[in-house]
């Protein structure tokens, strides 16, 4: 008997404890948590762990950084106590597998990118990111790259983020080989604010 294929989803750029509840309720299988300045979603250490104090059990909590201090990193592990490491920036393999989390290797896809090679060379990684090249802006561009990009097959699980929206979800699901979405700009009300709503349709499309 074949078995259904359930694809996860993650809500990105979570800041306030009211919009973790609501993807947790909604369906979500992990949030994210931006630590990283420049980022219109960024949380201070303090604000995530308020925001994962109100989680219930079985919601992945995720640390998104770009190229941070490792000083920086350590600290969210010991006083977030966060589930998964994402790396959105130039991160070496060497780089992420040094801290006591498992992680995610974020990949701003273009034309040329080798995935494959890639998976090879974050072996140790959990899943590889794909998300859209924006020359000087490390995700949360809320625009879609061509899928077509996206390998058949992969030594890695593959999870599809960039410009994720209710509009576009049913063409994503079509994809082969994506273990899950990567959703933030698509379920706002405005940047850093989530819509209940909007979360809860968007996963109710996936099922």
């Known amino acids: 008997m074949a078995v259904a294929k ?10 306030r404890p009211e919009d973790a509840v609501a993807a947790a309720k909604a369906g979500a299988d992990a949030i994210g948590l931006v630590f990283y300045e420049p980022s219109p979603r960024a949380v201070t250490i303090e604000q995530a ?4 104090k109100n989680l219930p059990a079985f919601v992945t909590t995720t640390a998104l950084f770009v190229d941070a201090d490792p000083v920086l990193i350590k600290q969210v592990i010991d006083e977030v106590k966060i589930d998964l490491l994402q790396f959105h920036g130039e991160e070496t393999a060497e780089f992420c597998r040094q801290f006591s ?37 490390p995700g949360g561009t809320g625009e879609v790259f061509n899928w077509q990009w996206i390998p058949k097959s992969s ?16 063409r994503a699901l079509a994809i082969p080989n994506v273990w899950a979405m990567d959703v933030s700009g698509g379920v706002e009300l405005e940047k850093g604010i989530k819509s209940p709503q909007k979360i809860t349709d968007f996963i109710q499309a996936t099922l």
């Open 6 to 15: 359930r694809v996860r989803v993650k809500i990105c750029g979570i800041t």
């Open 49 to 52: 762990k308020l925001i994962i």
């Open 101 to 137: 989390r498992p992680y995610i290797k974020a990949v701003a896809m273009q034309a040329d990118t080798d995935v494959m090679q890639l998976a090879e060379i974050y072996k140790d990684a959990r899943a590889l990111l794909l998300d859209t090249y924006k020359p000087g802006v």
């Open 155 to 170: 030594m890695k699980p593959i999870v599809l983020a960039g410009g994720l929206t209710l509009e576009n979800i049913q």
